[in-house]
């Protein structure tokens, strides 16, 4: 099946299921609850959508949830798709293309995030305002796809200035100590090397993790505005010592669920 096929066919199936949005949130490791949150919320499993890949990641639930949040029609990606699985960056970022298909003009991407920044701590809240793309891959590399956008898209303004205001001050009427900072997006599946920390906080880095970027891109070259928010659930390897597991990463997102919650629901709240 041809890609464009499978994005439309994928798009429909999603539309007759649970129909479309005004805003799209992609949920991170440890996160997945928050679509809990939603009214008269319906799902759909992703085996069930035509030409959707499977997440396999524990604590990614797999499947699109659409309902009502703080007065917006929202769609929920509870469970998102690594490259690190062995997916192509067209089955990483289909669902991106299905959202804007659908006519979704924002999206809300978050992660677990290992901290780079010393300052930062686990449990921190972290604005994206910028990524480093160490991955050596990016989900525009082959035919371009004129329908969503041009070949050679700006990304000077990645994560949308006026969304990113817009969280600010959320965070600070909710007193969330919302920190800033740039996203490195390494391919994993292992966690980086104290001497990759090292080199990723020389190059400007604050955070670094195994998602987010690829569907960042996409997102902007399909003409979406995109916020991002990472959950610093660990602290990277060799700024503090002790390991790092997968365990830990979920135990803090769970942690931290409530100010997740709240800072998301009130910049929803207050979006145009």
């Known amino acids: 099946m041809e890609y464009m096929e499978r994005i439309e066919k994928a798009a429909l199936a999603v ?3 649970i129909g479309t ?3 799209a949130v992609i949920l991170g490791s440890g996160l997945g609850d928050f679509g809990n949150e939603l009214e008269n919320a319906q ?4 085996s069930d959508i035509p030409g959707f890949p499977h997440a396999t990641v524990k604590g990614h639930a797999g499947k699109l949830i659409c309902g009502q949040l703080a007065g917006k029609q929202v769609m929920m990606m509870s469970g998102r798709f690594h490259s690190y699985e062995g997916h192509s960056m067209e089955d990483v970022t289909l669902p991106i ?3 804007a298909r659908l006519g979704i003009k924002k999206l809300i991407v978050t992660n677990a995030a290992g901290g780079v920044n010393t300052d930062f701590s686990a449990g921190a809240l972290m604005l994206i305002t910028d990524f480093i793309n160490l991955s050596g891959k990016n989900p525009l590399v082959g035919e371009n796809l004129d329908a969503f956008g041009p070949r050679f898209p700006d990304m000077s303004n990645a994560y949308d200035k006026g969304l990113r205001a817009l969280a600010l001050e959320c965070a600070k009427e909710l007193k969330i100590d919302l920190k800033q900072g ?3 997006w390494m391919s994993g599946p292992c966690y980086e090397t104290p001497a990759e920390i090292r080199m990723v906080r020389i190059l400007g880095a604050d955070a670094v993790g195994m998602s987010t970027v690829p569907e960042t891109i996409v997102a902007v070259h399909s003409g979406m505005q995109v916020l991002g928010v990472s959950c610093i659930t660990n602290m ?14 979920m135990e803090t997102g769970r942690r931290v669920r409530g100010d997740f919650a709240a800072l998301l629901t009130r910049v929803m709240e207050k979006m145009n």
């Open 236 to 249: 990277a390897a060799g700024v503090l010592d002790q390991p790092i597991n997968h365990e830990e990463v």
């Open 21 to 23: 949005a005004d805003v």
């Open 182 to 184: 740039v996203y490195c």
């Open 43 to 46: 799902e759909i499993a992703y």
């Open 15 to 17: 539309k007759e299921a």
């Open 97 to 99: 293309r299905v959202m």
